[in-house]
């Protein structure tokens, strides 16, 4: 998928003005109270942190302060629209669990795997922390070698896992998110955001 350079994208830009209407009947107070975002009433502004940035919002118009991604504004945009306030139970699922992930989750769990046993080819564990902790993860202990945990937005944290190369086999990785992911983002838009973020290590791996 193509992040960059959506403005000419007719159907992409339809989506951009639906989810920015849907969002201009509902108050400011009440769209963060659900997605966990703050609202500033005094400048009429919500911040969000994603990833390792905090991302102002200008309300009526719902533009951004960043020069972020298309399609990762646009998942933000739908997040705060759809957020409900449903608290998850850290319980991980994969893409597939997701409610309609059958086909289009499944898809992108072999996917991940496949792209992140590139990209983690040849990384000692050092650098692969290092690339994780420069997007704003936090570490987790579990079974995995190292378990990062993204704040890829408010209430939708992603978990990477990561088991390191040994004699046998080479490094290796799945993506997880948590049970709740389904009260905030539809299928579609856990599988960009799932992109972003193996798009986003990629850089992160490339700068250091």
Known sequence: MEYKNQTENRAFQEMLRAAVKRLQNRSGEDIAAKSGAVFHSSR?????????????????????????????????????????????????????????????????DRTAEQKLEKLLQDKDPEKIQKACKNLGAEFTETKADLCAVFPVLPRYPVTLKIWFADEEFPASGKIFLQDHADHYLSVEDAVTVGEILLQKLSEAFSSL
């Open 44 to 108: 009429n502004v919500l911040e969000v942190l994603s990833f390792y940035e905090t991302i102002e919002i200008q309300l009526p118009e719902f533009c951004i302060n960043s020069d972020m991604d298309e399609w990762h504004y646009l998942t933000l945009l739908h997040y705060l629209d759809m957020a409900d306030g449903t608290e998850g139970s850290q319980k991980l699922i994969t893409f597939g669990n997701l409610k309609d992930g059958l086909i289009r989750g499944t898809k992108f």
